[in-house]
């Protein structure tokens, strides 16, 4: 069973940077494409952000705008989101997920394991 830990969340002011990680354990990390999602209070499960399983394929949301960069380090089973220029609407409960797949089709059914969830708060 894959387990996946996000950490790197915490509080930030407007137009400051955060960069989550995500360690997974439990299966073959270079075996499957990740991805990122994020929930703001009141709100649905948005996609933020995916990876193919080599790292050489990304994939993002138009609300990024150039924003935030995906990658993974797979000899570290770790995936990572790079953020920048975050503004309030970032606020969110940022998730990590994995994928049953080795590229990310544009089916978020596709991710199958969670991670607990990291909080970005950007607040002045």
């Known amino acids: 069973q894959v387990h996946l830990v996000e950490s790197g969340g915490g509080s930030v002011q407007p137009g400051g940077s955060l960069k989550l990680s995500c360690v997974v354990s439990?299966?073959?990390?270079?075996?499957?494409?990740m991805g990122w999602f994020r929930q703001a209070p009141g709100k649905e499960r948005d996609f933020v952000a995916a990876?193919?399983?080599?790292?050489?394929?990304?994939y993002y949301a138009d609300f990024v705008e150039g924003r935030f960069t995906i990658s993974r380090d797979n000899s570290a089973s770790t995936l990572y989101l790079q953020m920048t220029y975050l503004n309030a609407a970032d606020t969110a409960v940022y998730y990590c997920?994995?994928?049953?797949?080795?590229?990310?089709?544009?089916?978020?059914?596709?991710?199958?394991?969670w991670g607990q969830g990291a909080q970005v708060t950007v607040s002045s």
């Open positions: 990876i193919s399983w080599s790292g050489g394929h990304t």
């Open positions: 997920a994995a994928s049953d797949r080795l590229h990310y089709y544009g089916t978020n059914s596709d991710f199958r394991s």
């Open positions: 439990g299966g073959s990390f270079s075996d499957y494409a």
